[in-house]
């Protein structure tokens, strides 16, 4: 199990060189000189990790927490990324979660498309891992990127709502863009999520976890 490190930091809105990379050449007023994104911790795949665990900084510092994923590669083909969280900082994921999850597909000899609610990946009440995106690919060009947010985990009187949106590309040679949403159903304090395939190992990517200001 690989555990993300923690390199607490903020990016810099002159950082971006708006002139330089887009381009941008009139006055910009009213923008800060941090973003509202602070760096908490970063998972970088050694190649051989069964999960990815993020077991600090989860907490009441913020009330909203982003997890951007980049390059996420699997082990075998045709693998499903997935997630889940803790509320006893990762000795279990095991909460309850009601979810919604609908996709959009296109496949390279344009023979297949569609925008479709998917009724195998929701869960009514589940404990179990919840799909982010189905069928990934293990070639050496395929991977999943995307995000997902978490909102005020550390809140006692209210569920845990997630929304995430993440592009992969699918084993059978598909663009496949996930659309995942739901809650979930505790009132105890987030304080950990897990990261990893239904099967076989994560063998590349980074996971950056941030907080929001």
Same mark, same amino acid.
């Given at each position: 199990?690989?555990?993300?490190?923690? =390199?607490?930091?903020?990016?810099?809105?002159?950082?971006?060189?708006? &002139?330089?990379? $887009?381009?941008?050449?009139?006055?910009?007023?009213?923008?800060? /000189?941090?973003?509202?994104?602070?760096?908490?911790?970063?998972?970088?795949?050694?190649? =051989?990790? +069964?999960?990815?665990?993020?077991?600090?900084?989860? /907490?009441?510092?913020?009330?909203?927490?982003?997890?951007?994923?980049?390059?996420?590669?699997?082990?075998?083909?045709?693998?499903?990324?997935?997630?889940?969280?803790?509320?006893?900082?990762?000795?279990?994921?095991?909460? +309850?979660?009601?979810?919604?999850?609908?996709?959009?597909?296109?496949?390279?000899?344009?023979?297949?498309?569609?925008?479709?609610?998917?009724?195998?990946?929701?869960? &009514?009440?589940?404990?179990?891992?919840?799909?982010?995106?189905?069928?990934?690919?293990?070639?050496?060009?395929?991977?999943?990127?995307?995000?997902?947010?978490?909102?005020?985990?550390?809140?006692?009187?209210?569920?845990?709502?997630?929304?995430?949106?993440?592009?992969?590309?699918?084993?059978?040679?598909?663009?496949?863009?996930?659309?995942?949403?739901? $809650?979930?159903?505790?009132?105890?304090?987030?304080?950990?999520?897990?990261?990893?395939?239904?099967?076989?190992?994560?063998?590349?990517?980074?996971?950056?976890?941030?907080?929001?200001?």
């Amino acid at each position: 199990m690989a555990t993300a490190s923690t =390199s607490l930091s903020k990016i810099k809105a002159n950082s971006l060189n708006l &002139a330089g990379t $887009y381009g941008f050449s009139g006055t910009v007023s009213g923008l800060a /000189d941090e973003t509202p994104l602070v760096l908490i911790s970063t998972f970088t795949s050694d190649g =051989s990790d +069964a999960t990815a665990s993020f077991t600090s900084g989860i /907490d009441s510092t913020y009330k909203e927490y982003l997890f951007v994923f980049n390059n996420i590669h699997c082990e075998t083909n045709d693998k499903v990324f997935q997630f889940n969280v803790s509320i006893d900082g990762g000795s279990n994921y095991n909460v +309850a979660k009601t979810t919604s999850f609908f996709e959009a597909y296109h496949n390279e000899g344009d023979s297949g498309t569609a925008l479709t609610y998917n009724t195998g990946t929701d869960l &009514a009440q589940g404990t179990g891992f919840q799909t982010l995106l189905n069928g990934l690919g293990n070639g050496n060009d395929e991977s999943v990127s995307g995000i997902l947010k978490l909102f005020n985990p550390s809140s006692t009187t209210f569920v845990k709502h997630f929304i995430a949106t993440l592009q992969g590309y699918n084993h059978g040679d598909y663009s496949l863009n996930e659309f995942v949403a739901g $809650y979930a159903n505790t009132t105890s304090a987030i304080n950990a999520v897990q990261f990893k395939m239904n099967s076989g190992e994560i063998q590349g990517g980074t996971i950056d976890l941030f907080g929001v200001v």
